[in-house]
């Protein structure tokens, strides 16, 4: 199965920063790959499908890139709200898998 | 408005059988893939079954094959996931999310607010 790898596990940034959250497969995803966000006792929450794709209702500060193997979810400029967990998952070869996600913490 | 609402979870000894429920709501429930997702504590996400848009299609994690078993009613829009033979390591919270397309392999685009298993002597 595909091994994600997220890096960092950890990014300590202020409101107002740009955050660049890397996922990096183990071998190529095509571009079937996802990103979540996880708040403390939430369920996940979808932000961005097929590697650039924003979800339903996900602000435009939230962008996706990259294809084959190397990710990057973007967020342009941080609010309070976007301090989380966040994942990538790929559906380019089954099992779908999850990497180990990057807490995103407030500085 | 989608709506997916998690139930059946609880305090469970070790080869004991459980039954997760999801009911759906706000969308057109045999048109998409349903799935099921657990998080053990404190650890991230891992994919633990599929079921298609007529539920004629199944697919499962190895490390649940065999035990679990996943199943929908699309007159009730409800799925369900059949556990037996409960492990320790089957500690998690389970959430149930709406896939993408009627097939497997979409994103999870909605998903429920989670059920706590425990499974523990």
Same mark, same amino acid.
């Given at each position: %199965?595909?091994?994600?790898?997220?890096?960092?596990?950890?990014?300590?940034?202020?409101?107002? %920063?740009?955050? /660049?959250?890397?996922?990096?497969a183990?071998?190529?995803?095509?571009?079937?790959?996802?990103?979540?966000?996880?708040? #403390?006792?939430?369920?996940?929450?979808?932000?961005?499908?097929?590697?650039?794709?924003?979800?339903?209702?996900? #602000?435009?500060?939230?962008?996706?890139?990259?294809?084959?193997?190397?990710?990057?979810? /973007?967020?342009?400029?941080?609010?309070? %709200?976007?301090?989380?967990?966040?994942?990538?998952?790929?559906?380019? /070869?089954?099992?779908?898998?999850?990497?180990?996600?990057?807490?995103? %913490?407030?500085? | 408005?989608?709506?997916?609402?998690?139930?059946?979870?609880?305090?469970?000894?070790?080869?004991?059988?459980?039954?997760?429920?999801?009911?759906?709501?706000?969308?057109?429930f *045999?048109?998409?893939?349903?799935?099921?997702v657990?998080?053990?504590?404190g650890?991230?996400?891992?994919?633990v079954?599929?079921?298609? $848009?007529?539920?004629? *299609?199944?697919?499962?994690?190895?490390?649940?094959?065999?035990?679990?078993t996943?199943?929908?009613? *699309?007159?009730k829009?409800?799925?369900?996931?059949?556990? *037996?033979?409960?492990?320790?390591?089957d500690?998690?919270?389970?959430?149930?999310?709406?896939?993408?397309?009627?097939l497997?392999? $979409?994103?999870?685009?909605y998903?429920?607010?989670?059920?706590?298993?425990?499974?523990?002597?």
């Amino acid at each position: %199965e595909i091994v994600l790898t997220q890096s960092p596990a950890t990014l300590s940034l202020s409101p107002g %920063e740009r955050a /660049t959250l890397s996922c990096r497969a183990s071998q190529s995803v095509r571009n079937f790959l996802a990103w979540y966000q996880q708040k #403390p006792g939430q369920a996940p929450r979808l932000l961005i499908y097929d590697a650039s794709n924003r979800a339903t209702g996900i #602000p435009p500060r939230f962008s996706g890139s990259g294809s084959g193997t190397d990710f990057t979810l /973007t967020i342009s400029s941080l609010e309070p %709200e976007d301090f989380a967990v966040y994942y990538c998952q790929q559906r380019g /070869t089954w099992p779908p898998t999850f990497g180990q996600g990057t807490k995103l %913490e407030i500085k | 408005e989608v709506q997916l609402l998690d139930s059946g979870g609880g305090l469970i000894q070790p080869g004991e059988s459980l039954r997760l429920s999801c009911a759906a709501s706000g969308f057109i429930f *045999n048109n998409f893939a349903m799935n099921w997702v657990r998080q053990a504590p404190g650890k991230g996400l891992e994919w633990v079954s599929s079921l298609s $848009g007529s539920g004629a *299609n199944t697919d499962y994690a190895d490390s649940v094959k065999g035990r679990f078993t996943i199943s929908r009613d *699309n007159s009730k829009n409800t799925l369900s996931l059949q556990m *037996n033979s409960l492990r320790a390591e089957d500690t998690a919270v389970y959430y149930c999310a709406k896939g993408t397309q009627w097939l497997r392999g $979409g994103a999870f685009d909605y998903w429920g607010q989670g059920t706590l298993v425990t499974v523990s002597s």
